[in-house]
């Protein structure tokens, strides 16, 4: 598949097999794919929390209103925003900093610029802080996606689930943010794929307000 039937054939399946499981090696690769996301700084952060066996999946279930394909797709990813991920202190950050030292990007004599950046930038108050965890989470769940069908994958996003109940039953520290769920496997082929959705195009997409 070249990338625009990737990106045309990726569909929200709603079925999946459940006697059809990903080979690990390919989970792996997927989630290796989409670290290529770009982001802010390189702050990459995101996490996922993956869930294989079948009681963890439930357990999931029970706080996505029930959507089945949360526990029928072989893999159910919590997709995890990390609203510290731009404070000093936080692991990823200083091991950006250091790469970064490490390529000749940056000097340790930057570090207070560094800090001072990324607090005047993502830490205002908490929607700014939230935009920067979640705007960045959300193109690596979208390469996700990609990735998952690029390797003949198919994938469903949910963010019809309880924030707090997933945090709670998962027990996942206060400093995630959870933008959605996502479901991987394959099409249950008895099933019956809706038509592709509408779609804005080009005229609907592009906007001004100034005129
Ligand atoms: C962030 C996000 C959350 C979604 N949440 C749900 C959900 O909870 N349940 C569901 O059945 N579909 C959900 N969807 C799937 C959308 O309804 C679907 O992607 C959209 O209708 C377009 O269909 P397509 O993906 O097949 O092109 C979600 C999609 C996104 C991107």
Not at 69 to 94: C, H, R, W, Y
Not at 140 to 160: E, N, Q, T, V, Y
Request: hydrophobic share 40%.
């Amino acid at each position: 598949m070249n990338f625009e039937q990737i990106f045309t054939n990726r569909r929200a399946i709603n079925f999946f097999n459940p006697d059809k499981p990903i080979d690990p090696a390919l989970v792996k690769k997927m989630v290796e794919m989409a670290a290529k996301t770009p982001s802010s700084f390189n702050l990459q952060p995101w996490s996922l929390i993956v869930l294989t066996e079948i009681d963890d999946k439930l357990r999931l279930q029970k706080c996505a209103m029930n959507q089945a394909k949360v526990s029928e797709a072989p893999v159910t990813m919590i997709v995890l925003a990390d609203d510290d991920g731009f404070q000093e202190g936080n692991k990823t950050v200083e091991r950006v900093f250091q790469e970064n030292i490490k390529a000749g990007a940056m000097t340790e004599k930057q570090r207070d610029w560094f800090v001072k950046v990324r607090s005047r930038l993502y830490g205002k108050d908490e929607q700014v802080t939230r935009g920067f965890s979640a705007k960045n989470t959300g193109f690596f769940a979208m390469a996700l996606m990609l990735a998952a069908k690029s390797l003949g994958i198919d994938s469903h996003p949910m963010d019809g689930f309880d924030q707090d109940k997933v945090i709670e039953e998962f027990k996942i520290p206060a400093n995630y943010y959870i933008p959605l769920l996502i479901s991987f496997g394959y099409f249950d082929e008895t099933k019956t794929l809706v038509e592709p959705k509408w779609r804005k195009g080009y005229d609907d997409i592009l906007v001004r307000f100034d005129e």
